[in-house]
């Protein structure tokens, strides 16, 4: 396995973007950082491959959470601009 970025890793990002009191459309704009961004796809990869261990089967269900998350909160930044 590569060496990536721990596994909280995301969620710290979303915690501290949102902690930083966003605009509506900063949080349109928001992207993960590349380095979570490259561990997803390993993670999607070893899921398709059915290579996930139990550490990081919960990791991807926390990340698809938080993707969750921040689509519906895109969507509700999207209204506040209209």
């Known amino acids: ?19 930083s009191s966003p605009t ?8 993960a950082s590349d380095t979570a961004q490259q561990r997803l796809r390993y993670l999607l990869d070893a899921n398709r491959n059915e290579t ?9 269900d926390e990340a698809s ?4 998350f921040m689509m519906t909160l895109k969507a509700e930044a999207y209204k506040a601009l209209e």
């Open 52 to 60: 996930l261990t139990p550490e990081e089967e919960a990791e991807l």
């Open 65 to 68: 959470n938080i993707n969750q």
């Open 24 to 31: 509506p459309q900063q949080i349109i704009e928001f992207r």
């Open 1 to 19: 396995m590569m060496d990536f970025a721990p596994p909280a890793s995301i969620q710290n990002e979303v915690m501290a973007f949102l902690l």
